[in-house]
């Protein structure tokens, strides 16, 4: 069954090149393809209409002209024994204008055509917001298929491998039946599940296309920082007063309001009109004219209740609006708490999860490397933890996505102002992705490249990545100076180029940064910005090489404890896996030093350290590095060697050639690598001899 479904799993493997050349394209950037959105464009149309409402409104409050012409046959009396028969026609035509009531009806309907406009205007800006909580939540779905498709690109080969296993393991009688058909259902949930991804990937880009994003299959998607600790909701009340909903509400009240209380004349009609006439008789000589003023009144036989039932409406309407501001106040507050609460929740549960996802590729790594593997408990524990790092792995996405979903529905009530930044707190949350295969005791070169001008230099890049591969490095920790720094526009866009094509070519890219003086608190948030501006970018890990021993010897516990500290917030700043360089003392003669540094990392999430062992005495770097391994096994380490030339001839091996010194490497892997060693690191590509 295993191997059945892992069939329906092989256009995941076409996707890895693709994700390799990949193009990110960031949330901001989708909004603003996104626009504001058909909804908003109805409204702006609506709103339009309201506008032309309102101008009609206007047109309609002042003078006015009116006008009257009749025809026919008179019987008029002249005196009381003399009548004149005659054929007439006359016409009438003036101006007037309202009075009193009739004013006051004019001017009621403008005030209600500018609110009308003004609740048009909010419908606006209830619509944009909208369209953009709609392209936040479709770019999160999108995020988390592309993360769940790359997390299921080694499903396939581990499926195989389980259910050879399984297969092997029954008919040798070494588990149980009914422990190897679990094991089967367990993998078979996991295979059924990345099945599924492809389709599920493909709707949600056509959903971030109906909303006006035109993203491909080269885009890929980037988790955007998120907000860890929001402000209580007792400081979100004077934000809610900027809603659209409460907008409403108190346009709602503030028209009320004029209403309420409404002169005695309101319901007397009246106009003073200008008159010009023209008459016509038949058997005259001429025609009549005449040029009036006047003044007309009409009212309500029983004006006095007329007027109070006009006032106890007005008072009603507007208690109405009070009680319905309140109310909208209420709901908006009590909504506001729930997502909140959620939000505080799924950050916590993606907290957790992290954590059990990094528990949980520590436990393969740590039984792979140091476990016999014969007995049948031993294999099934080991198959049990792999198909744990695909359910960890989906559990941890799902949960930052949970995550993502609250905080954008947070910025549904404000988005896009230091108020609102205040509001969502000073401290964000990363995503913490793992690997997204279960981790392997692989044995990997490394180099660190302090001076990486030539590298991203577009036109040496080719030639300097064929040399990193010729000389079998396939991690490299790539470092800036200041000048690229105080250049990071053009700096991120080389880097960009650079991860596309080290990745193309299998090449492992690491963010090296170095300088010691970010341990002193003062100096921290320099490592912190500079981590953030770069972390748009789909650098593989963070490697810091920070050496605490370069502000001054001996070491005060003090500033031990300021280096984990640094530590600490870099890994929560850092969007990639963070690992470590650093002398070998902490981990052996001042392991017990307070704080112990190697007790406290595996605490920071941190098990990647690469112990720079710097002598040319091979037997002696391994030696400590072996006792090192077996004192600290939940750390995942690495050899560390130097071949710069201004270092003591017996601390470096600048004399050896290329081919010398893969030799060595390869005598390192065969005494290192089953202790759990995953490599060894040179320091520095600019000094490594080229091969011939």
């Not at 900027?242 to 309420?260: F, H, K, Y």
Request: hydrophobic share 40%; aromatic share 6%; proline share 5%.
């Amino acid at each position: 069954m295993i191997v059945k479904t892992a069939l329906r799993l092989l256009p995941l493997a076409f996707c890895a090149p693709l994700l390799a050349t990949a193009a990110p394209l960031t949330l901001e950037q989708a909004l603003q393809e996104a626009g504001d959105g058909a909804g908003t464009a109805s409204a702006s149309a609506q709103l339009q209409a309201r506008y032309a409402a309102r101008d009609q409104r206007d047109s309609e409050s002042g003078w006015e002209m009116f006008g009257n012409a009749n025809v026919g046959r008179y019987h008029e009396l002249v005196t009381e024994n003399l009548r004149d028969d005659y054929y007439g026609r006359n016409a009438a035509i003036g101006v007037r204008y309202p009075l009193l009531g009739s004013l006051r009806r004019r001017m009621d309907a403008v005030r209600a055509s500018e609110h009308d406009a003004q609740l048009g205007e909010i419908e606006q800006g209830y619509q944009r917001a909208r369209q953009r909580l709609a392209v936040r939540s479709a770019y999160a779905d999108w995020w988390r298929a592309t993360q769940e498709q790359q997390l299921c690109q080694g499903v396939e080969a581990a499926a195989q491998d389980a259910a050879q296993q399984v297969r092997k393991r029954l008919e040798g009688q070494w588990i149980l039946p009914s422990d190897a058909r679990l094991m089967t259902s367990e993998w078979t949930a996991v295979t059924h599940r990345c099945a599924l991804q492809a389709d599920l990937l493909d709707d949600v880009r056509t959903s971030l296309r109906s909303l006006g994003v035109d993203v491909t299959a080269a885009d890929t998607p980037q988790a955007t920082a998120l907000a860890s600790h929001p402000q209580p909701l007792r400081a979100w009340q004077d934000q809610l007063q900027s809603n659209p909903r409460m907008a409403r509400r108190n346009a709602d009240l503030a028209t009320a309001e004029q209403d309420r209380k409404r002169p005695w004349y309101s319901a007397i009609e009246s106009y003073f009109s200008v008159t010009q006439t023209v008459e016509q008789r038949s058997g005259a000589g001429d025609n009549g004219s005449g040029l009036s003023a006047g003044v007309t009144f009409s009212a309500p036989v029983d004006l006095m209740d007329y007027g109070s039932a006009r006032g106890r409406e007005g008072e009603a309407r507007y208690q109405a609006a009070v009680q319905a501001q309140e109310q909208e106040r209420g709901n908006l507050l009590r909504e506001l708490g729930k997502v909140l609460e959620q939000q505080r929740r799924n950050v916590d549960e993606y907290l957790w999860r992290s954590e059990r996802r990094q528990a949980v590729d520590q436990i393969i790594g740590e039984r792979r490397q140091r476990t016999g593997l014969d007995a049948g408990e031993a294999s099934l524990r080991l198959l049990q933890a792999e198909v744990d790092h695909y359910n960890a792995g989906f559990a941890q996405i799902a949960a930052w996505h949970a995550a993502w979903l609250q905080d954008a529905a947070l910025r549904l009530f404000g988005d896009e102002g230091p108020a609102f930044d205040a509001l969502l707190g000073g401290q964000s949350l990363q995503w913490q992705g793992s690997a997204t295969a279960p981790v392997e005791a692989h044995w990997r070169q490394g180099t660190y490249l302090w001076h990486s001008q030539a590298l991203l230099d577009p036109s040496q890049q080719d030639r300097q990545l064929q040399a990193l591969k010729q000389a079998g490095m396939q991690v490299v920790n790539v470092g800036l100076d200041g000048g690229q720094v105080a250049d990071m526009a053009a700096t991120q866009a080389l880097l960009a180029q650079l991860l596309r094509r080290a990745h193309a070519q299998g090449l492992q890219v690491n963010l090296l940064l170095g300088d010691a003086t970010w341990i002193k608190p003062s100096q921290r948030p320099q490592l912190l910005a500079l981590i953030q501006r770069l972390g748009a970018l789909p650098f593989d890990g963070l490697h810091l090489d920070l050496e605490v021993e370069q502000l001054g010897w001996p070491v005060p516990d003090q500033r031990l404890r300021q280096w984990l500290d640094t530590v600490r917030e870099a890994k929560a700043a850092s969007p990639w896996p963070l690992s470590l360089s650093s002398h070998p003392r902490w981990f052996s003669d001042e392991a017990r030093r307070t704080p112990c540094v190697p007790c406290e990392l595996p605490h920071l999430g941190v098990s990647q350290v690469s112990l720079m062992i710097f002598t040319r005495n091979p037997e002696s770097s391994a030696t400590k590095a072996l006792a090192i391994a077996r004192q600290w096994p939940a750390l995942h380490l690495r050899l560390a060697q130097s071949v710069e030339p201004d270092q003591p001839a017996d601390l470096s091996w600048a004399d050896a050639n290329a081919q010398q010194l893969q030799a060595q490497a390869a005598r390192w892997q065969q005494a290192l690598q089953p202790a759990g060693l995953t490599g060894i690191d040179w320091q520095s590509w600019t000094d490594y001899p080229r091969a011939p």
